[in-house]
């Protein structure tokens, strides 16, 4: 029902800006439109039939503008989060395990036997930050 209404709709537009087209000018805005008998439609009658064709498919584009608007409303009836915030469940939020913190590796454990073990060199710290941004030197 929506969708033949939404065609309708658009189908009024369509000729409601044709209909306003054609009109003749009346106000002369700088010089164009109308004067002279040279439009494609003149005559008194013409612009009656004009102007009541206007006004006839103004109304029904205003008509199916309000029930376009029924329908859209009806269709979604108390959908606002809004005015109806959802409903809290009951059921506590379960969350995944935290991951261990990243940090330095243990190191492994010495061998059982007296001999000393190797000593395990520091790990290399991160170069440090620039304290200004640097840019390539052109040459």
């Known amino acids: 029902m929506q969708t033949v209404l939404l065609v309708i709709h658009l189908m009024l537009a369509i000729a409601l800006i044709g209909a306003v087209l054609l009109q003749k000018s009346e106000g002369g805005a700088l010089g ?11 005559g008194r ?35 606002s989060l809004i005015d109806h915030p959802p409903a809290s ?5 379960q969350t995944p395990p935290a ?13 059982a036997s007296g001999a000393a073990a190797p000593a395990t060199p520091p790990a290399p710290a991160a170069p440090p930050a620039p304290s200004e941004p640097s840019a390539p030197v052109q040459k």
Do not use: C, D, K, Q
Request: charged share 5%.
């Open 32 to 42: 164009m439109g109308g004067g002279g008998m040279s439009g494609f439609m003149t």
């Open 45 to 79: 009658s013409t612009a009656n039939l004009l102007t009541r064709t206007t006004a006839i498919l103004a109304g029904l584009f205003f008509a199916t503008s309000v029930l376009l608007v029924i329908l859209a409303a009806h269709r979604n009836e108390g959908r």
């Open 89 to 93: 469940s009951s059921a506590p939020v």
């Open 99 to 111: 991951a261990p913190a990243p940090g330095p590796a243990t190191p492994p454990a010495p061998p």
